[in-house]
């Protein structure tokens, strides 16, 4: 047995034979008496193509692994144009008339050099990127293809590192796991490992080796171990995590495009909480039937100005578009207590949590609550947005963002910009207040989607930030569930929806509680949504009981 040790950078056990990964072998063409000006179109044209490629992997990346992975090739192909580092071939070709793929190698060099000397660790990790780029366009120079898996049966894919491009170009139905001598947790590599659920580890270093190509292994992308032929104790602790796991992950498979439905025909829409459109990859990955709580602060938390209707028409309409017409709850602008924003300048507060925050700044802000309607409505038209106004307490509140609702789409009708007039509208359940009103909030609007977290914090007068309070902060309390049971009647008396969006949505133990209150939908993480419908599929509505709302 041979036991190595890295840095596990992809959960996950795999099990199969070390492949040893081999590149194109390509070697280039030196030359003493180039000729400058031929080199320079010839590397125009290696540029050129580079980029149509890079064009055609980030919309495979796009499709595969989301929007975070295809952007990293949008960066490769800024890279392949990057002023300074094209300068640096061209300044190779007029003083050392060396051939275009030494001058390309060159420039390669020498700023994969200084990314590397760079304190910041992400910094060094993208000198990986720069020499992949210089390795395509040399490569196209010499009219070189990429090298692949040439394995009948799925490997473990072993490198000394691999480059983004060449992790995303290989046939992933052949790949159980990733193994590498050197990259870090920050690579593309782990990143792209991550986000397409494959087993990685890197930074094994020299005891990697092209000799153990072909062997048996087992790897654990938690604990970072490597075990080739493993001896019968270690085999048998890697094996039982490995059953553990397959068990797990064909129960969940079997799960993807199943319908959110108890045994005896109960439906439960089960949606995702993002916040950011890179989240979407996570949802479709998880099957997720629609977003059911976008958190849009994300922009304004990320920016160091308010974010224009543009850039927020952007993101919000990148979801829609990408959800295909699934339902997409967008809640407005819910900042103030635990999430500041310095360019909102808003007044030191003694207690926060019940201070100037969510709605109420929009309705004190009307410009701000404007500019951000006008996005969302102009992203209506590309998809199925809903539009949720958080921390609710008086029906005049929603009267109110119902009129700025009206006043923004006759202002889209005037300009003739597109959009859907018939976009929900709906309200956060989470005050107390809320909860007491909630037939007349009903009558204003298309859904409720109730926010555990605050309705627990206001419920129950707990501090949801402070981690001293323990059990009395407690999401079961008879008071917070028979508020839920409050709200559901009031919605379905107005022939409402009603569903949650707070952390106990994701609760397996809840779940038959849910239904028996007659819980509508559950918004919950994306990975919990596969658990959730297994548990779904099993339950009977009809025998599901109150009992947890006696004290
Ligand atoms: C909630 O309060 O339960 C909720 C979903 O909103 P947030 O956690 O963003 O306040
Ligand atoms: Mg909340």
């Given at each position: 047995?041979?036991?190595?040790q890295g840095k596990?950078?992809?959960k996950?056990?795999?099990?199969g034979?070390?492949y040893?990964?081999?590149r194109?072998?390509?070697?280039?063409?030196?030359?003493?008496?180039?000729?400058?000006e031929?080199?320079?179109q010839?590397?125009?044209a290696?540029?050129?193509?580079a980029?149509?490629?890079?064009e055609?992997?980030a919309?495979?990346a796009?499709?595969?692994?989301g929007?975070?992975?295809?952007?990293?090739f949008?960066?490769h192909?800024?890279?392949?144009?990057?002023?300074?580092?094209?300068?640096?071939?061209m300044t190779?070709?007029?003083e050392?008339h060396?051939s275009?793929e030494e001058?390309?190698?060159?420039?390669g060099?020498e700023?994969?050099?200084?990314?590397?000397a760079?304190?910041?660790?992400?910094m060094q990790?993208?000198?990986?990127d720069?020499?992949d780029?210089?390795r395509?366009?040399v490569n196209?120079?010499?009219?070189?293809?990429?090298?692949?898996?040439?394995?009948?049966?799925?490997v473990i894919?072993?490198?000394?590192?691999?480059?983004?491009?060449?992790?995303?170009q290989l046939?992933?139905?052949?790949?159980?796991?990733f193994?590498?001598?050197?990259g870090s947790?920050?690579?593309?590599?782990?990143?792209?490992?991550?986000?397409?659920?494959?087993p990685?580890i890197?930074?094994?270093?020299?005891?990697?080796?092209?000799e153990?190509?072909?062997?048996d292994?087992?790897?654990?992308?938690d604990t970072?171990?490597?075990?080739?032929?493993p001896?019968?104790?270690?085999?048998?602790?890697f094996?039982?995590?490995?059953e553990?796991?397959?068990?797990?992950?064909?129960?969940?498979e079997?799960m993807?495009?199943?319908?959110?439905?108890?045994?005896?025909?109960?439906?439960?829409m089960?949606?995702c909480?993002i916040?950011?459109?890179e989240?979407?990859?996570a949802v479709q990955?998880?099957?997720?039937?629609?977003?059911g709580?976008?958190?849009s602060?994300?922009?304004?938390l990320?920016?160091?100005?308010?974010?224009s209707?543009?850039?927020?028409?952007r993101?919000?309409k990148?979801?829609?578009s990408?959800?295909g017409?699934?339902?997409?709850v967008i809640?407005?602008l819910d900042?103030?207590?635990d999430?500041?924003?310095?360019?909102f300048?808003?007044?030191?507060?003694e207690?926060?949590?019940?201070?100037?925050?969510a709605?109420?700044?929009c309705?004190?802000?009307?410009e701000?609550?404007?500019?951000?309607?006008?996005?969302l409505y102009?992203?209506s038209?590309?998809?199925?947005?809903?539009?949720?106004?958080p921390?609710?307490?008086?029906?005049?509140?929603?009267?109110?963002?119902?009129?700025?609702c009206?006043?923004v789409?006759?202002?889209?009708?005037?300009e003739?910009v597109?959009?859907?007039?018939?976009?929900e509208?709906?309200?956060m359940?989470?005050?107390?207040?809320?909860i007491?009103v909630a037939?007349?909030?009903a009558?204003?609007?298309?859904?409720?989607?109730?926010?555990?977290?605050?309705?627990t914090?206001?419920?129950l007068?707990?501090?949801r930030?402070a981690?001293?309070?323990g059990k009395?902060?407690?999401p079961?309390?008879?008071?917070?569930l028979?508020?839920l049971?409050m709200a559901a009647d009031a919605?379905?008396?107005?022939?409402i929806?009603?569903?949650?969006?707070?952390?106990l949505?994701?609760?397996?133990?809840?779940l038959e509680?849910?239904?028996?209150?007659?819980i509508?939908?559950?918004?919950?993480?994306?990975?919990?949504v596969?658990?959730l419908?297994a548990?779904?599929?099993?339950?009977?509505?009809?025998?599901?009981?109150?009992?947890?709302l006696?004290?």
């Amino acid at each position: 047995m041979i036991l190595m040790q890295g840095k596990g950078v992809s959960k996950g056990v795999a099990h199969g034979p070390i492949y040893f990964f081999r590149r194109a072998e390509a070697v280039s063409a030196r030359a003493q008496n180039a000729d400058p000006e031929t080199e320079k179109q010839r590397i125009a044209a290696a540029q050129e193509q580079a980029i149509a490629q890079l064009e055609q992997l980030a919309e495979k990346a796009r499709e595969e692994a989301g929007d975070e992975a295809a952007v990293l090739f949008e960066t490769h192909a800024m890279f392949v144009e990057d002023e300074d580092y094209v300068d640096c071939m061209m300044t190779a070709l007029d003083e050392r008339h060396c051939s275009a793929e030494e001058a390309v190698e060159l420039a390669g060099k020498e700023f994969a050099a200084m990314l590397a000397a760079m304190d910041d660790a992400y910094m060094q990790a993208r000198a990986a990127d720069i020499q992949d780029v210089t390795r395509r366009i040399v490569n196209n120079l010499m009219g070189v293809a990429e090298g692949g898996i040439e394995s009948d049966v799925p490997v473990i894919l072993a490198a000394d590192d691999l480059a983004p491009s060449e992790t995303l170009q290989l046939d992933k139905s052949k790949i159980l796991g990733f193994i590498t001598q050197g990259g870090s947790g920050n690579s593309h590599t782990a990143i792209l490992a991550r986000t397409m659920g494959i087993p990685a580890i890197c930074g094994l270093g020299e005891s990697l080796s092209a000799e153990m190509n072909g062997r048996d292994a087992y790897i654990d992308g938690d604990t970072g171990q490597v075990a080739i032929e493993p001896d019968e104790i270690t085999l048998g602790a890697f094996q039982a995590k490995f059953e553990t796991q397959r068990e797990m992950k064909e129960l969940m498979e079997a799960m993807k495009g199943q319908k959110d439905v108890t045994l005896d025909g109960r439906d439960m829409m089960l949606y995702c909480n993002i916040g950011s459109p890179e989240d979407v990859a996570a949802v479709q990955a998880n099957d997720g039937q629609g977003i059911g709580l976008f958190r849009s602060e994300f922009l304004y938390l990320a920016a160091s100005d308010y974010p224009s209707e543009e850039e927020q028409f952007r993101a919000y309409k990148a979801v829609a578009s990408a959800m295909g017409g699934k339902r997409v709850v967008i809640r407005t602008l819910d900042i103030g207590a635990d999430k500041q924003v310095d360019y909102f300048k808003l007044q030191k507060e003694e207690n926060p949590a019940l201070g100037v925050r969510a709605i109420r700044i929009c309705l004190n802000r009307p410009e701000v609550f404007r500019t951000q309607l006008r996005a969302l409505y102009r992203a209506s038209a590309y998809g199925k947005v809903a539009i949720m106004f958080p921390m609710i307490t008086s029906v005049w509140e929603v009267k109110e963002c119902k009129r700025a609702c009206q006043k923004v789409m006759a202002e889209l009708d005037k300009e003739g910009v597109p959009y859907r007039r018939d976009t929900e509208i709906g309200v956060m359940i989470e005050t107390p207040a809320s909860i007491f009103v909630a037939e007349e909030l009903a009558r204003e609007v298309d859904f409720f989607s109730v926010g555990t977290n605050d309705l627990t914090q206001y419920t129950l007068a707990c501090d949801r930030q402070a981690n001293d309070l323990g059990k009395f902060f407690d999401p079961h309390h008879p008071a917070v569930l028979r508020a839920l049971k409050m709200a559901a009647d009031a919605a379905h008396k107005a022939g409402i929806w009603i569903g949650i969006c707070g952390e106990l949505g994701a609760d397996l133990e809840m779940l038959e509680t849910f239904l028996a209150i007659g819980i509508d939908e559950l918004s919950v993480a994306p990975t919990a949504v596969l658990p959730l419908r297994a548990k779904i599929r099993k339950s009977i509505a009809k025998t599901c009981t109150l009992e947890r709302l006696e004290s």
